[in-house]
């Protein structure tokens, strides 16, 4: 087991693995995406409050917590890549970016439409909606740094760095509603608590999250495969 | 165990990371008043926020306090349980806006009547059906 672990950090046999694992990963999403899309959109009864506008909940929860997960997820990569200096980590956090970045965008624009009709505003400076707003500003700010390097090791140790000191941001985006005033409500699901939603609305957004995080890990593994099994990004799997 | 160059720079990322949380966190405890979206009327009452000042007022919609004008001004009274403020208001309120609905109200106090130019609908974190 521990030799397989330890096989799996070299890019070339990552990558074969990657391959193999990649058709059960969207066979796993298709199966949680259809049951969460069904079941949130369709079978789940209206809220008493916000009738049928709830169910952007569906969209926008997913979004929200992968955009903290994969920030989670690279800077821990980024961590592991600056200690033990493992390529495959710097993989991760280069590949994992413009995911996150693209459900942290995704998160706030089904969040303006959600305000709209129910708090009145698309956009309002409180301190969860502008501390997400700068998670978005930390993946792009660590896409732009990597990429205007043309040497591919000061590109990885400096993309670690914003990572890691940008990873204060996360506690932050989860805390801001606890922490401050805000016009965004708190956390519906939580570890600890008992989640307080009703549940035949809860098991479709459950699904919609593992749906979206296998989403993730597919699109992760098909493109570290890429990039790794391709022949001209010898820079990418030689440079670190 | 760990190999000393690996422990160093495990020791140096931790000190790093460290300093920079304990700095933003102090940052951010120095401007908390200006995070928070909204005063209270408690802290109003305490006179946390200046005579003539435009500031955004958050709390509930009391039972049986909101009364219709003429067109669309309406008149409510937001309270947080220890103090509470009349709202006056000309507009559009959000589809949410009830009694013992939360709300944030954006507006100046005058003769203790706060003018309202913009009211938002806060909801809470239970969803159940109807």
Redesign the interface.
């Known amino acids: 087991m521990i030799i397989f672990l330890r096989s799996l950090l070299s890019p070339k046999t990552f990558s074969r693995f990657a391959k193999q694992c990649i058709p059960w990963l969207y066979a796993g999403f298709a199966v949680f995406f259809t049951y969460g899309l069904g079941g949130g959109l369709v079978l789940s009864?209206?809220?008493?409050?916000?009738?049928d506008a709830?169910r952007i909940?569906y969209v926008h929860v997913p979004c929200a917590f992968l955009s903290l997960l994969i920030y989670l997820i690279m800077a821990t990569s980024a961590?592991i890549a600056?200690?033990?200096k493992i390529k495959l980590a710097d993989h991760i956090t280069r590949t994992s970016a413009p995911i996150g970045a693209s459900f942290t965008l995704l998160a706030l624009i089904t969040g303006a439409l959600w305000g709209k009709?129910?708090?009145?505003?698309y956009w309002?400076?409180?301190?969860r909606l502008t501390s997400e707003l700068i998670l978005l500003f930390l993946y792009l700010g660590y896409i732009a740094a990597i990429s205007a390097f043309s040497q591919q090791r000061s590109a990885e140790q400096v993309g670690r760095i914003i990572v890691?000191?940008g990873?204060?941001n996360i506690p932050?985006i989860h805390y801001s509603v606890y922490?401050?005033?805000?016009?965004h409500?708190?956390?519906?699901l939580s570890k600890l608590a008992k989640p307080?939603?009703?549940a035949?609305?809860l098991y479709p957004l459950l699904a919609m999250i593992v749906a979206f995080f296998l989403f993730y890990l597919a699109v992760l593994l098909t493109r570290m495969h890429r990039i790794i099994s391709s022949p001209y990004a010898n820079s990418a799997t030689t440079g670190a | 165990m760990m190999h000393p160059i690996r422990k160093q720079r495990l020791i140096l990322i931790v000190s790093v990371v460290l300093s920079v949380a304990i700095a933003v966190g102090l940052i951010l405890y120095a401007l908390r008043s200006n995070i928070s979206l909204f005063y209270t009327p408690s802290q109003v009452a305490q006179g946390e926020t200046r005579p003539g000042q435009v500031f955004r007022l958050g709390g509930m919609v009391q039972k049986g306090s909101v009364q219709h004008g003429q067109g669309l001004a309406v008149r409510f009274v937001l309270t947080d349980f220890h103090h509470a403020i009349a709202v006056t208001y000309t507009g559009l309120l959000p589809d949410l806006f009830r009694e013992g609905q939360g709300v944030v109200v954006q507006g100046q106090l005058e003769g203790g009547v706060l003018l309202a130019q913009e009211v938002l609908a806060k909801h809470d974190e239970n969803y159940r059906p109807k």
Do not use: C, E, K, R
Not at chain 1, 45 to 51: F, H, I, V
Not at chain 1, 117 to 121: E, K, R
Not at chain 1, 179 to 183: K, R, V
Not at chain 1, 185 to 188: E, I, L, R, S, Y
């Open positions: 009864p209206p809220d008493y409050q916000q009738g709830f909940i961590g600056a200690i033990w009709p129910m708090w009145g505003t309002i400076w409180d301190a890691l000191v990873a204060i932050i922490w401050w005033n805000t016009l409500q708190g956390a519906t307080s939603m009703d035949q609305m």
